[in-house]
């Protein structure tokens, strides 16, 4: 299994750091060990080439753009979405359905 993140350069610039500031303060403060990128946009002519894969595989409830931070999507061992989650989506709900990849 494989966990990426992705920080944003849109959204009212809720991730103002630069690279390197958001990987330590994501291991410092929040304890991350998986594998974050560079920040990237995800809905403007210029998003990142996974995102324009992602959106057009998989739509959110108000269609193909990505509305706020903190959204994660769900990718089965073939790099096929399986499903988007909300920024609000609870962990325990997405664990089940993370299980349920990992043991089909």
């Given at each position: 299994?494989?966990?990426?993140?992705?920080?944003?350069?849109?959204?009212?610039?809720?991730?103002?750091?630069?690279?390197?500031?958001?990987?330590?303060?994501?291991?410092?403060?929040?304890?991350?060990?998986?594998?974050?990128?560079?920040?990237?946009?995800?809905?403007?002519?210029?998003?990142h080439?996974?995102?324009?894969?992602?959106?057009?595989?998989k739509?959110?409830?108000?269609?193909?753009n990505?509305?706020?931070?903190?959204?994660?999507?769900?990718?089965?061992?073939?790099?096929?979405?399986?499903?988007?989650?909300?920024?609000?989506?609870?962990?325990?709900?997405?664990?089940?359905?993370?299980?349920?990849?990992?043991?089909?």
């Open positions: 299994m494989l966990i990426l993140y992705f920080p944003f350069i849109q959204f009212r610039n809720q991730e103002p750091e630069t690279n390197k500031t958001i990987e330590e303060t994501c291991k410092i403060n929040h304890g991350v060990t998986f594998q974050l990128t560079e920040k990237v946009y995800l809905n403007e002519k210029n998003e080439p996974v995102f324009t894969y992602l959106k057009n595989k739509g959110g409830f108000l269609g193909k990505i509305k706020w931070n903190f959204r994660k999507i769900l990718l089965d061992k073939n790099g096929s979405p399986v499903k988007r989650y909300a920024p609000t989506e609870k962990s325990g709900k997405i664990e089940k359905c993370i299980l349920n990849l990992v043991n089909n």
